[in-house]
């Protein structure tokens, strides 16, 4: 695995020329929360500018939304001409995407649908042209629809170094960026894509505790909040899990009384089977 990207570099290759039309730098193929929210990062750092970009969206209404969100960005029905194209459909609509994006002129592929595998994405390419076609599968999460997503790409026999770096700008955007075989994509799932469910659990039952222990509920969840921000915060900067809780545990104190109990309830342990059961989970039904 290589180290995580953010911070995309400026400046790509402009869309190229196909027949008469001149192609987006990039079609977003579905235009939900995923989609909008790798729309909306890629203007505001300054990836592509708004009329270099495409979305496309069959509800009408969303469509309209979108137009008004994003001035200059061009929102359709229908799949343009592109260089490049985002899929961020429903799993069962993601062959027919990558083929009618493909069929528009789009050679780099970037999915973000979970549980569609490279070798299908692939195929659904090559019913479209056979020229080489950039393939490249990505699991992202959920804070990536605040710009603090962590997402994993994997690259299918087509794609280059590149091609990655293309697929790389486009999700570091919305947060940061690794690269995996394919075969670990399912770990990424049980971890990241998981995750944060994880820690919205810990953070309802610390609310929770905190009620139990007298504050208000207001004060626990403004309480709980900043706690999450804050340790995040600490973490990202330092980068040592171990070295920080040790840091807060004072022998004897408060904190080693509450992580004795947290130790004898198996938390470690669930967590760990959580992420198992997860991944697992993610295998079978891709």
């Given at each position: 695995?290589?180290?995580?990207?953010?911070?995309?570099?400026?400046?790509?290759?402009?869309?190229?020329?196909?027949?008469?039309?001149?192609?987006?730098?990039?079609?977003?193929?579905?235009?939900?929360?995923?989609?909008?929210?790798?729309?909306?990062?890629?203007?505001?750092?300054?990836?592509?500018?708004?009329?270099?970009?495409?979305?496309?969206?069959?509800?009408?209404?969303?469509?309209?939304?979108?137009?008004?969100?994003?001035?200059?960005?061009?929102?359709?029905?229908?799949?343009?001409?592109?260089?490049?194209?985002?899929?961020?459909?429903?799993?069962?609509?993601?062959?027919?995407?990558?083929?009618?994006?493909?069929?528009?002129?789009?050679?780099?592929?970037?999915?973000?649908a979970a549980g569609v595998s490279i070798a299908s994405l692939e195929a659904a390419a090559a019913a479209a042209t056979s020229d080489r076609v950039?393939?490249?599968?990505?699991?992202?999460?959920?804070?990536?629809?605040?710009?603090?997503?962590?997402?994993?790409?994997?690259?299918?026999?087509?794609?280059?170094?590149?091609?990655?770096?293309?697929?790389?700008?486009?999700?570091?955007?919305?947060?940061?960026?690794?690269?995996?075989?394919?075969?670990?994509?399912?770990?990424?799932?049980?971890?990241?894509?998981?995750?944060?469910?994880?820690?919205?659990?810990?953070?309802?039952?610390?609310?929770?505790?905190?009620?139990?222990?007298?504050?208000?509920?207001?004060?626990?969840?403004?309480?709980?909040?900043?706690?999450?921000?804050?340790?995040?915060?600490?973490?990202?900067?330092?980068?040592?899990?171990?070295?920080?809780?040790?840091?807060?545990?004072?022998?004897?104190?408060?904190?080693?009384?509450?992580?004795?109990?947290?130790?004898?309830?198996?938390?470690?342990?669930?967590?760990?089977?959580?992420?198992?059961?997860?991944?697992?989970?993610?295998?079978?039904?891709?």
């Open positions: 695995m290589l180290g995580p990207t953010r911070n995309p570099p400026a400046g790509v290759p402009p869309g190229r020329r196909l027949g008469a039309m001149t192609a987006a730098r990039v079609v977003i193929v579905g235009g939900g929360n995923m989609g909008a929210a790798l729309l909306g990062g890629i203007i505001a750092a300054g990836w592509a500018r708004p009329a270099e970009m495409a979305v496309v969206e069959v509800v009408a209404a969303r469509r309209d939304d979108l137009a008004v969100r994003y001035p200059g960005v061009h929102v359709t029905a229908d799949v343009p001409a592109a260089a490049g194209a985002v899929v961020a459909v429903k799993p069962h609509d993601v062959p027919a995407a990558v083929t009618a994006a493909v069929a528009a002129g789009a050679r780099r592929v970037l999915s973000v950039a393939v490249v599968r990505a699991m992202p999460n959920t804070p990536a629809l605040v710009g603090q997503g962590a997402a994993a790409i994997a690259a299918g026999a087509g794609a280059g170094e590149d091609d990655l770096a293309w697929a790389e700008g486009i999700l570091a955007a919305v947060g940061t960026v690794v690269r995996v075989p394919e075969h670990h994509l399912d770990a990424v799932t049980g971890l990241a894509g998981s995750g944060p469910a994880y820690l919205f659990l810990v953070a309802e039952s610390l609310i929770e505790a905190g009620v139990l222990a007298g504050l208000s509920r207001p004060v626990a969840e403004a309480l709980v909040t900043q706690l999450f921000v804050g340790s995040a915060a600490l973490l990202a900067e330092h980068g040592d899990a171990p070295a920080l809780r040790a840091m807060v545990t004072s022998p004897g104190g408060t904190t080693a009384a509450g992580l004795r109990q947290l130790a004898h309830h198996g938390v470690r342990a669930a967590f760990l089977e959580a992420v198992m059961a997860a991944t697992q989970r993610s295998r079978e039904l891709g």
